[in-house]
């Protein structure tokens, strides 16, 4: 007789060993599973919302990108402004994730290999920018070195720019993409615990040989995964921008404050354009994470667990 | 190197380990939270000081601000719960049910995290404009949605979409089935088992994943402005004034209505904060 197996309530439970050994006991069906009119109405609902707020949307983007033919499109991608803003989100984002990479490796490593007292006050600030608006994130850097800002009358004397020019862009993208990395990499750490690099330094190995051989090969899915989500901020991060970038066309433009100064304009085939490479990019980090997570899944774990 | 900090009393003296670092690692891991984050946010808090405790409730109890106020909390609230309702819905179906294409649904729920805030904002106006894909089944039902307050809680439904459903899924997933035979077996139907059973165990994710899709709306700007039509006093959000005063030069006013979001959605997260401890106390972790 065949054994009435109910994969999508057993899918946890085939993970551990004890359900290998025993059989599942006979189950009343009645109260384990859903009758047939609640799967279609609960799955109908669910697809429909996703269709409304998330494929729509996203079909939106590309359809209004191409109104005009692949020719205007590409016209638009290739206009001078364009390629500036295209670049500039590069030169950007090439800036604010390194930086964040060094940032969370060092966060993670003196907060899961170390005790020291203070540590949750640590994280709770790390966490910080998550749960700041992202004009806030802009308004920050404005407070302090805009014409009005604390050091502003004092960067204008030396001629040094930061507000409306690309290092405020890059302090802005930084702050919001703070958290990201580290955020990814303590709980993966604290789960793999100490053992391995005590045991790596006992036996001779310097702090620097331990973290490469030891430490990064054990988070580098992890790493990555933070790095990918990172990214993906930085390149399309807007409120922040928006505030300290001054909208100089062909200077302190990013690629989704290209796509407003477009929009604004009533050039929406050109905005869509711009956009749908954004949109791009955005499906690519979501097909790459979801490689991650499918490929690497029980090394992110505790990340995802969270 | 090796983090002797013998100048610390022996109680704030760090436990000793034989891995080195930590002097290294916590010093530009501190270094750099102070420089990007606590310095930009002291400045935030001092610099409507300069307005006195007056000045800054006058700053915040204008009417134009206090509508944008209530309005980015208010269609924050909404989106969250309809998010709530729906949210749980893509949850439950994407944990119990099978469908062709399952994996690539399941992905594409995060997009609105991947997703830049202003191509989803654009994106989301010309489908809900008149003449949009969606807008033009509802203007001769009398519905306008975008340029209007209902354009704004679209807008925060898109983005707290995700929230929600990555909060209750792991919960679902975790739940243990000996629970719902029981149930069963002691007689009950399966709509008391999902009210009596499942629902109390997974409320607690519910309501955490609601509060954190509100905390994010409330803020959010991108996807908001191009919808909402902008118009003082109906559909200004709170975040657009803060960019409209920064313009006028007027930044004691901003840091004002930025300070005040701020405190809020720290309330916000201490309750998200309070709500996890009470779950994980209920799951009995």
Redesign the interface.
Known sequence: MAIPIDTADDTEGLRSEAFVVTMPPPRPRGALDDPLWVKLLVSGIGLLFLLLFILLPLLAVFTEALRRGVQTYLEALTEPDALAAIRLTLVVAAIAVPANLVFGVCAAWAITKHRFPGKSLLLTLIDLPFSVSPVISGLVYVLLFGAHGWFGSWLRDHGIHIVFAVPGLVLATVFVTFPFIARELIPLMQAQGRDEEEAAITLGASGWQTFRRVTLPNIRWGLLYGVLLCNARAMGEFGAVSVVSGHIRGETNTMPLHVEILYNEYNFVAAFAVASLLALLALVTLVLKSLLEWRYGAELAATRRR | ?A?RLTILPA??R??R??????G???G???T??TL??????A??AL?PAELGLGGIWDAVTQPRVLAALRLSFGAALLGAGINAV?GL??A??L?????PLK?V?D??????????????G???T??YAPN???GQLLDPLGIKVAFTPLGVI?AT??IG?PFVVRTVQ?VL??LE?EL??A???LG???WE?FSRVIFPLILPALLTGTALAF?RA?????SII?IAGNMPMVSEIA??L??IK?EQ?D?AG??AI?LT??VA??L??LMVNLLQRWSRRWSGE
């Open positions: 190197m983090g109680w704030l760090p436990e380990t034989v891995i080195p670092g930590l290294l690692t916590l530009v891991t501190v750099y939270l990007i984050v606590l310095l930009p946010l400045a935030l610099r729906f819905m893509v439950w179906m944990v119990r049910y099978d469908f994996r649904i992905a594409i729920v995060d997009l609105p995290f991947a997703l830049p805030t202003a191509v989803a654009i994106a989301l010309s489908l949009g894909w969606v679209v439904t898109f979409l792991p997933e975790d089935s719902e035979e149930a069963g077996s009950a139907n399966r088992t905390a409330v803020g959010e700007y991108g191009f975040p657009l803060i960019v920064l030069f930044y901003a840091a930025g979001m701020l959605s720290f916000i997260l």
